[in-house]
């Protein structure tokens, strides 16, 4: 199991036990418990309620579309990702306007804060996701036969915490490391940064 994360105030428990796994069970998540995650999505703010997100999935019951997804991660990833039972490609619409020409410069935004909902969502629910940018966006254009105007983000792995035997020992190392991350004092300001001195 995973090291709890040590943080600096309090957060609600479903974001502090969020992380992202590679150790999957081969335990099925039940139907209603996924579409619940797209639920979760659905509800994310977005400008101009725009919902410019959308979710290609999978799970190991449709074994066909399973394979399909798992052939756009590239091999690193497909290597760790065999055991989780939910496969989702998460894509954008860049732009808007019934004309198409006006370019939606929060597309991605939009699309983070509906993965954010799905993420908690998960964790509610004992379940875990893992993003990856690992992908080969042309190979999903072309399988999905995507309008130009609609990119590939990531893609999402998810299940339930299995046995880290069950992947590569070279992976299964970073499933006990303690998360981190930078303090707020090197990315939250109440006053104009000093840019010079900050690291990014």
Known sequence: MKPEKQTDYPIHEFIK????????????????????????ARWAASARNLQPWY?????????EMYRELSEC???????????ADLLLIALVN?????????????????LGLAIGNMTTQASSSGIYLH??????????REKFQLPAEIIPVVMIA??????????????AASEYLVQERKGQEEFVFSDFPD????KY
Do not use: C, H
């Open 17 to 40: 036990k969020r992380w992202s796994p590679r150790a999957f069970s081969e335990k099925a998540i039940p139907t209603n418990e996924i579409l619940s995650l797209f639920e979760a």
């Open 131 to 140: 993003n990856m940018g690992g992908i080969k966006p042309d190979l999903i």
């Open 94 to 110: 860049t732009v808007s306007g019934s004309d198409k020409k006006y370019k939606n410069e929060t597309a991605l935004f939009d």
């Open 55 to 63: 979710f290609i999935w999978a799970n190991k019951d449709n074994p």
């Open 73 to 83: 991660l590239d091999p690193w990833n497909e290597s760790w990702t065999r055991t």
């Open 195 to 198: 840019w010079s001195k900050i």
């Open 158 to 171: 998810g299940g339930y915490l299995g046995n880290v035997e069950q992947i590569p020992a070279d992976i």
